[in-house]
Nanobody, 111 residues
C-alpha cells in the first residue's frame, strides 16, 4: 500500500521560502515519477511540478524560476523548494504518485 506523507508547510511572508517534503513508502520510489499539486481556496487542484524517475523536471509557468522539485531516492522523499513566495501561492500542497495522494500540507503566504 502506497503511503505519501507531506510536511513543511506553514505561514511565511511574501518573498520568503519554504521547503516541502513528501516521504513515500510502500513502493519502489526510484522508478516512479512524482508530482506536486496545490489547491487554493475555491479553486481546482492544479499541477505545480513533476519529476520523472530519471530526474527530468517540469513546472507550471506561474512557479518557474521560483520553485524547485527534487528527490532523494535513498530517503524515498520528494521535495519542493519554494522561494520568493507570493500571496497567490497560498494553497494546500499535495504530492502524488499515480493514483495515490498525500494528505496535504497548508502553505499560507501573508504579511
Amino acid at each position: 500500500q502506497v503511503q505519501l506523507v507531506e510536511s513543511g508547510g506553514g505561514l511565511v511572508q511574501p518573498g520568503g521560502s519554504l521547503r516541502l517534503s513528501c516521504a513515500a513508502s510502500g513502493m519502489t520510489f526510484s522508478i516512479n515519477a512524482m508530482a506536486w499539486y496545490r489547491q487554493a481556496p475555491g479553486k481546482e487542484r492544479e499541477l505545480v511540478a513533476t519529476i520523472t524517475s530519471g530526474g527530468v523536471v517540469n513546472y507550471v509557468d506561474s512557479v518557474k524560476g521560483r520553485f524547485t522539485i527534487s528527490k532523494d531516492n535513498a530517503k524515498s522523499t520528494v521535495y519542493l523548494q519554494m522561494d520568493n513566495l507570493k500571496p497567490e501561492d497560498t494553497a494546500v500542497y499535495y504530492c502524488r504518485r499515480g493514483a495515490s495522494w498525500g494528505q496535504g500540507t497548508q502553505v499560507i503566504v501573508s504579511s
